[in-house]
């Protein structure tokens, strides 16, 4: 499926992104679910898929985390299935992702598909992360407060909700419209009518965490191991002091790190190719010769496929895919295959004759990367 989302970006990015939120009427029209609740259910119920299902009855908060069993203890009223990154395992899903791509790969994190009973929601909470909300089958109301601080608690230990707020957008949410909610902004949505709802989320690292694997980054290659050295010490007063020009010393020191273009980039695309989701993995077996995936793709014409979910990204010249660094000087071809979710030999042109280039892709597809069609 192609969704088609009526949406002036521009405008959009001027007015609403980051800044305020938005209601989208029929930001897809004619729109389609791309999975069915039992579907649904059905992934919950899997290992390696990250679910929740959270409840509430007379103002008491539950969370269940999957895999689940079963669901036959369930009411009709007031629950909701929460599952991650569903575009990794469900692949016409996936497809909801795409429209969004405008806004950049390495921004983009997960789609996350809720099925909820009437009544059912994860009530009041707030995000750090900018989300569009689509509502799929059914109606559900969507309140969304004004950004302003706020208390955040916890009724059960595994949900953070806010307290009730006014409104800024009150609406009814039908298949089709869309939530635009930028980090922050208080909100809450519940299912007038059994509903599905699409939630294309946002990634955005704090300091913190860029600092942290930079430093883990520092670490496993071995750099920045020169010492501090003090050639020039004089006297000072005060022993007890660090004196200024030796705190500028030390900070600098570490700046020159970050400062230096090579080792930012090869950490920044190693650090934002990694996926937070687990990725359907499923590698070819047995794996493919060099000359096989040469003939595949020259001689067959077979068109190769990204794994969904998989973060393929390019920072200056070097090519980035889910934590590590493309050795290759065939930078068009790399391009191709991070840019879009298929290459064939018209988009991956000469560098298919060139036999580093099917090393390396040959690689990627014995990883589970990249899929032929069965
Ligand atoms: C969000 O994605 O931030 C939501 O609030 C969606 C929750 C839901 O679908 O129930």
Redesign the pocket.
Known sequence: MDYKLNLDWQSFLDSHWQKRPLLIKQGFTNFIDPISPDELAGLAMEDEVDSRL?SHKEGLWQVGHGPFESYEHLGEENW?I?VQAVDHWHHPSSALMKPFRVLSDWRMDDL?I?Y?VPG???GP?L?QYD?F?IQGEGRRHWRVGEKIPMKQHCPHPDLLQVHPFDAIIDEEMEPGDILY?PPGFP???YAIEPSL?Y?V?FRAPNARELISSFADHLISNDLGSYRYSDPDLSFRDNPAEILQGEQIKLREMMESLINDPDVFRKWLGEYISQSRHELDIAPPEPPYEQNEIYDLLKSQQETLHKLNGLRALRVGDQFFVNGECLETKCYEAADSLCRFDSVNSETLGEAIDDVNFIALITALINNGYWYFDD
Do not use: K, T
Request: proline share 0%.
């Open positions: 959270v909701s929460l996350m809720s909820s059912g929601g994860v909470h995000d989300v909300i909610i909100h809450e949505g709802n939630s989320g």
